[in-house]
C-alpha cells in the first residue's frame, strides 16, 4: 500500500510542471496522485463554495495542463459532459462523490463510438445515451481517470453523502469548452467552460 503524502498544493503543481511533456500520460500521473493529500493551509485560497452550484477553482494553467479545486455542496452536480478526449485526473481530498458513467448509443452524426469532439454538436435530435456504472469516489486520496475515449459522464455530491465535498482536477490538455448531454430532449451543445475563482480571486459574476 502507497503512504499518503500530505503536501502543499504549490509542490504538487511543482512537481506537474517537472514531468516532460510526452510522459504526461495516464499511469504517470495516476501513480503521483494515488498518493496525494493536500494540507489544508495551501487549499484554503482555493475554496469558494457556492450554495448555487458546485464551484470551479482554477490553481494552475499552461499549455499542457491546468489544475483546479472543486467544491461540492450536498445535493450538487455537473450536467453529463465529455471532456473533448483530453485527459483527466480527479482526487478526492473531503467527503465523497458519486461518478455516473454514459455510453452514447446513437446521435445524429453516427452510432456508438462517434467522436463528438470532431462532430457539430449542438444539432438537434436524436442523441440517445445509456447509463453504464456508477462509482461512489470515497476517501481522502481516492483518485479516478478520465481517458481519451468517448469519456461522457455526470459528478455528484449525492443528497445521500451528507456532507460538501471537495476535489483536485487536473486535465491535460486544458478545457475551454465541453459537449453537455440533455437525457430527457435527447440533444447535446457545445458549451464554454468558467471559473469561479482564478489564483484565489472571485471571477464569477454575483
Known amino acids: 500500500m502507497h503512504e499518503i503524502q500530505r503536501i502543499p498544493i ?48 482554477l490553481v494552475y494553467r499552461s499549455e499542457l495542463f491546468e489544475v483546479m479545486v472543486v467544491c461540492w455542496e ?46 457539430k454538436a449542438g444539432f438537434p435530435k436524436p442523441v440517445e445515451l445509456e447509463e453504464i456504472s456508477q462509482i461512489a469516489i470515497s476517501g481522502v486520496g481516492a483518485v479516478t481517470t478520465t481517458d481519451r475515449d468517448d469519456s ?18 487536473v486535465y491535460s490538455r486544458p478545457l475551454d469548452t465541453c459537449v453537455v448531454f440533455d437525457l430527457e430532449n435527447q440533444t447535446c451543445q457545445r458549451v464554454q467552460l468558467s471559473f469561479y475563482s482564478e489564483y484565489g480571486k472571485v471571477v464569477a459574476a454575483a
Open 152 to 169: 461522457i459522464h455526470e459528478i455528484a455530491n449525492l443528497d445521500g453523502f451528507q456532507e460538501p465535498a471537495l476535489s483536485v482536477h
Open 74 to 119: 450536498v445535493g450538487q452536480a455537473t450536467p453529463i459532459h465529455n471532456h473533448d478526449n483530453q485527459l483527466g485526473w480527479m482526487s478526492i481530498q473531503k467527503g465523497m462523490l458519486s461518478l455516473q458513467n454514459y455510453r452514447r448509443v446513437s446521435c445524429i452524426h453516427g452510432g456508438p463510438g462517434k467522436d463528438p469532439v470532431h462532430c
Open 10 to 57: 504549490s509542490d504538487f503543481v511543482g512537481t506537474l510542471r517537472a514531468i516532460p511533456e510526452e510522459e504526461f500520460q495516464q499511469g504517470r500521473i495516476l501513480k503521483l496522485m494515488s498518493t496525494l493529500l493536500l494540507t489544508p493551509d495551501s487549499l484554503a485560497p482555493y475554496i469558494h463554495p457556492s450554495q448555487e452550484r458546485y464551484t470551479r477553482n
